[in-house]
């Protein structure tokens, strides 16, 4: 259903956002997308999501980029704020190296900032932000499902996604990995609203 909404929306010309799921959503999101030709995939997430599976499962939880680098349509991949230890094997590292994506760790994201990562997209091709919760830093967005210290503040991440916005098409966009259950207070949900 969710590939089927995101190809619709794609057909009516209009720019699909996918609010909301674990990290399997974005998997059938991306492969609804074929028919916005190539495209660059800018992925802000705490982890790189390069398992071929997990549990058996290869269409879901830390898999995204994987099944991402396999369509077609993906031309190039450049993510954001990877930090968590034991998140990635070294296989899975050098799988998406391989294929030519581009890490930027969070620490290197923020030495760098925003035009070191803009200057990572193509400037060609539309580009589709893929946001997961936990690329904020836990003080900014608790409610997850893995909260790693050490990520981008909330006003580095919303100038990183205000800077692609003027510089590129942004053709869709996802969020998800917020956990309602965690955000007594609403914190979370608001940031990744913002």
Do not use: K
Request: glycine share 10%; hydrophobic share 45%; charged share 20%.
């Amino acid at each position: 259903r969710i590939e089927t909404a995101a190809r619709a929306i794609v057909a009516a010309g209009a720019v699909p956002v996918l609010l909301g799921g674990d990290d399997s959503v974005p998997v059938p999101f991306h492969r609804g997308l074929a028919d916005l030709g190539p495209f660059a995939v800018l992925q802000i997430d705490a982890h790189i999501d390069w398992r071929d599976s997990l549990g058996g499962e290869r269409d879901g939880y830390s898999s995204t980029m994987r099944r991402a680098s396999e369509l077609a349509a993906v031309r190039a991949i450049v993510q954001v704020g990877a930090r968590g230890v034991g998140s990635a094997r070294p296989e899975e590292v050098e799988t998406a190296q391989r294929w030519g994506a581009r890490i930027v760790p969070a620490e290197e994201f923020r030495r760098g900032g925003a035009e070191a990562v803009l200057a990572l997209l193509p400037g060609a091709l539309p580009v589709v932000v893929a946001v997961d919760c936990d690329a904020f830093d836990p003080s900014v967005c608790p409610a997850v499902n893995a909260p790693t210290p050490g990520g981008p503040l909330f006003h580095e991440l919303a100038g990183l996604i205000r800077l692609v916005g003027s510089r590129r098409r942004i053709a869709a966009c996802s969020i998800v990995e917020l956990v309602p259950a965690r955000d007594p207070h609403g914190l979370s949900a608001t940031a990744a609203a913002r």
